[in-house]
């Protein structure tokens, strides 16, 4: 199976709400990054943590690493109608994939008016 | 604004057929990923190529696709024969080396075989 799994498959929130998603992933990894994608569009980079981190912000985004659980959890702060896109994780591993990334199976998150 | 374009955006072919996908990395960029999107198996990584030369295609299917970097401003995905069940999004990224990993997408080719 996928190295990322994510939680939950779908969220539908109102616009100003915070909107939090989750990943886990199986095995050891060098950072963990996360993507959007709007409806037909391809992915956007949103933010990368590294194993040795624990916490990163980018505005309204704030990530955590947990690498003793091998999560992590995105969390978008002040939820705007544009923020409505699918939300993925991503993997590089800690040795054998050079710069690969696996990918979870996404949110779908709403953000409604 | 430097981007990865791929060509071409949408494809309707007949089963059998080849099929071409391009993809123009961003300059400077020395990886490149192509990845396979659908609804039943979500993002799949098919091939990556470092400075041209392609580290790892196990995600491919190798009897009727393959992958190559005639040079550094282009890769090409190619599908012969086409099957239906090649019907997905296929995704072109590149990155830079070293300890940056991100990787930059492009718009996708939506292929549809029938």
């Known amino acids: 199976s996928q190295q990322g799994e994510e939680d939950p498959q779908a969220l539908s929130i109102q616009e100003g709400e915070n909107a939090t998603m989750n990943c886990s992933y199986k095995?050891?990894?060098?950072?963990l990054q996360w993507y959007r994608q709007n409806s037909g569009r391809g992915l956007v980079h949103l933010i990368l943590?590294?194993?040795?981190?624990r916490e990163k912000h980018s505005g309204r985004l704030r990530v955590t690493l947990d690498t003793s659980k091998k999560s992590s959890s995105l969390l978008i702060t002040a939820s705007r109608a544009a923020d409505t896109a699918s939300y993925f994780c991503?993997?590089?591993?800690?040795?054998?994939?050079?710069?690969?990334?696996?990918f979870g199976t996404g949110t779908q998150l709403k953000v409604e008016l | 604004d430097a981007r990865v374009t791929q060509t071409p955006r949408h494809k309707v072919t007949e089963m059998g057929q080849e099929v071409t996908m391009r993809c123009q990395p961003i300059l400077g960029h020395n990886t490149v990923f192509w990845y396979r999107q659908t609804m039943m198996q979500g993002l799949e990584l098919l091939a990556y190529f470092r400075n041209r030369a392609p580290l790892d295609d196990s995600g491919m299917p190798k009897d009727r696709f393959s992958a190559e970097m005639p040079d550094a401003t282009l890769a090409t995905l190619k599908i012969q024969p086409s099957e239906p069940r090649d019907s997905a999004v296929y995704f072109c990224?590149?990155?830079?080396?070293?300890?940056?990993?991100?990787?930059?997408f492009g718009p996708g080719t939506r292929l549809t075989v029938t």
């Open positions: 943590i590294r194993s040795n981190e």
């Open positions: 991503a993997t590089v591993l800690l040795t054998g994939g050079g710069n690969k990334l696996t």
């Open positions: 990224a590149s990155g830079p080396t070293g300890s940056s990993y991100e990787q930059y």
């Open positions: 095995t050891s990894i060098n950072n």
